[in-house]
């Protein structure tokens, strides 16, 4: 290395006595280019290619310039090279050239050109003055901006959100100087002439690779829509915007609403269908509003839960009333109405039998009152049949048609039954191919003989009767009855009462009449009639 310094001394030496009109201009070349911040530094590596005809021995770097493009030398740079010196130069070979260069403030960032001179000496002696052009950018600001992205968290590559998911949005900055620089960095979410996010942040950006990420939660009181987000950056120097607008979904959908039949009958089953599609499993409210006209009569809300994809809810429909039914049905999810439709359909309601009531017009004429109910809003045809029998026998049996209201009808049929006999009765309506029966039974008391009572009294004169009719009365029977037996009673007991009350005597002795045999008479005795009077 010693050796090498004093013979370069030595070249020095000479080629300075050397008159200056035999130095000849060759370039250096290279592709490179260098890149400054004003106000700071740079470093790095240029290669530098001979592209002239000559082989130099030494070559030795001696100066630089900065020219603008109009050629003017442009002050406030300062440069160090490494290493200053290199021999053995051949044509088209390539050293490398470290650098640090500096750059002022006071220039204004911009595209110059940083001249290189060198000193080469040939193996001959021979001198030459290299100039090497080295294109130089000046950055007038420390921060350069990417790029930003804004994406789905949940689902990248998505070209809308749904409620409840996270958009993020995020940025690099690269800070080419060596000083951390200040920034201010704000995000919104706007949409419907609202603002629903807004975040505001001041950051350090230190040299190199810096990262501004931002997460915005979509809520979902952010209803379904177009939205904007804002993104931006800002310091001293520059700034950096950057919007994309976002479709806001719900995700749920209903798509479908089918009835399963138009009319039923009363508390038949009905059902409706909803098909729902869903990119979520999620939980709603399942809403049913049945009206029978402009009459609320049911309002029930079952929460249900959705799966991802094709959904079909079956939803029970009120049945237990009759008439013509709309039933109003929801999805909501906390209040917020995702899809709604209806359906409308009629409960046919059968006739039946209220009850059966008869009236005895005669002593065989019966009249039997059927109570029969149309519970529907029209008037409906039925077919009546009735079985009348008696011990077995069948006394009345037949078939008829009528038409009812709305509402209670009464049907009245007359028949003429036996007396004293237990008639039984069947009555069966056919409505709608539904069928009411009511049965029963009945006695007709046939009436009583009529009853002549005869009344004897005896005197000395004379003897009256007396004949009377009690009617056909059953009670005024029994009275009688009644009467004549407790006389009976009573006579009775006052007969035996008598006899124990008399005496028991001694008979007298017996007289022997001169006349003969004598036979006291019997005292006279009244038998006493124990039976009714004979008509």
Known sequence: MRKATVTLIALLLVISTLPGSSAQFVSFTTNDTISVLRGDYSTGTIQLTNAGGFSFKVVSYQSFWVEDSEGNIVQGFNLTV????????????????????????????????????????????????????????????????????????ERPGSPYILNGETLVVFSHVINIGHSAVTINASVSFTGNGMVYFFENRTLEMAPGDNLVKFEIPV??????????????IQYDGDSYRYSR???????????????QADEVKLGEENRAYLTVLSERAIGVNLTVETYRGENLISNMTTPVTIQGGTDVLDVPLLTNVSGSITAFIKLTFNGRLIGEGNVSYTVLAPAVIRNVTYERLSDEEVLFKVTVLNPGEDGVDVILTYRITSGGKVLY???????????????????KLPLGEV?????????MDETSTSKGELYLQPPAPPTTTTTTTTSPSNTTTTSGDN?????????????FLLFIAGAFYYTRA??????????KPKRRSPLGRFRRPKEPRFPENRELPKK
């Open 471 to 483: 009617g056909s009365s059953i009670w005024w029977i029994v009275l009688v009855i009644m009467v």
């Open 245 to 259: 607008e976002f479709q806001v979904k719900f995700g749920v959908r209903l798509v479908g609403l089918s009835l």
């Open 82 to 153: 490494s290493p200053r010196i290199f021999s053995d130069w051949s044509p088209q070979k390539t050293y490398s050239l470290s650098y640090n260069i500096s750059c002022n403030g006071s220039v204004e960032g911009g595209t110059y050109t940083l001249y290189l001179k060198f000193w080469a000496f040939t193996a001959g002696g021979s001198m030459y003055i290299v100039h090497a052009k080295v294109p130089l950018n000046v950055i007038s600001e420390p921060l350069r901006f990417e790029v930003a992205e804004a994406y789905v968290k």
């Open 423 to 431: 008639v039984e009765y069947e009555f069966t309506l056919v409505s």
């Open 498 to 507: 008598g006899e124990k009350s008399k005496k028991r005597v001694r008979p």
């Open 397 to 415: 049996k037949d078939s008829l048609q009528e038409t009812l209201k709305a509402g209670v009808n009464e049907i009245a049929l007359k028949f």
């Open 219 to 232: 809520g979902y009181d952010v209803p379904e829509g177009i939205y904007r987000l804002e993104y931006s």
